[in-house]
């Protein structure tokens, strides 16, 4: 138990799919004006990471090394994350016609997302057995969300802040991130201390 409970906090802080990894900034700078977007997002991007890291993780342990074609493994995860991410986008246009204006091209992105990705090749790459795969993959989409939310909250608001001309817009958005991604890299310390 106190193994998943580290790996978890190491997905969510210490290795923040985002600020250490930097994979998904294009979501991350792109969607993160709103609120409501980043939220909206954040929770695809979820729902996207869990259900691919399950297939391609089953694909991959039954199929690709049952056969001895884990050379195929790249493709074959491209496949699953193609197909997941045209199925929640259907979803989101049903239910929620709103959140899918809002999302708008960022949307279907998610499918070249190198943090979904990442994500099903990290699992693979690290060795984790299912349960720690679903901590993992769980625990690093909930990081992306918080981080997503919490950089929308800090440039709705810049967009009000005395801001020179020549840093408005995505220049300021660029040196927050940093900024957030030196914070967060100082959290390894304390994790540590604790546990």
Same mark, same amino acid.
């Given at each position: ?24 900034? #294009? ?29 391609t993780w089953a694909l991959y342990t039954y199929v690709l ?48 997302? #190198?943090?979904?990705?990442?994500? *099903? ?9 299912? $349960? ?22 800090i440039r709705e608001k810049l967009d009000f802040a005395p801001?020179?001309? *020549? ?8 040196? $927050?991130? *940093? ?17």
């Amino acid at each position: 138990m106190d193994n998943l409970i580290a790996l978890a906090f190491s997905a969510f802080i210490l290795q923040n799919i985002i600020l250490t990894q930097f994979l998904g900034i #294009c979501p991350f700078i792109g969607v993160s004006t709103k609120r409501s977007s980043a939220l909206g997002m954040g929770l695809a991007v979820i729902f996207v990471m869990l259900i691919s890291s399950t297939v391609t993780w089953a694909l991959y342990t039954y199929v690709l090394e049952a056969f001895d074609i884990v050379y195929m493994r790249t493709i074959a995860f491209i496949l699953v994350i193609a197909a997941l991410v045209q199925m929640v986008e259907t979803f989101l246009k049903k239910v929620s016609p709103s959140l899918y204006k809002g999302l708008g091209i960022y949307l279907p992105l998610i499918t070249t997302n #190198c943090a979904i990705l990442g994500v *099903a090749v990290l699992n693979i790459t690290n060795g984790h057995n299912f $349960v720690e795969m679903l901590v993992y993959t769980g625990f690093i989409g909930l990081g992306f969300l918080f981080v997503m939310y919490i950089f929308s909250m800090i440039r709705e608001k810049l967009d009000f802040a005395p801001v020179p001309k *020549a840093f408005k817009g995505t220049p300021i958005a660029l040196i $927050v991130a *940093a900024i957030l991604a030196i914070i967060f890299s100082r959290f390894g310390g304390l994790i540590e201390w604790i546990l």
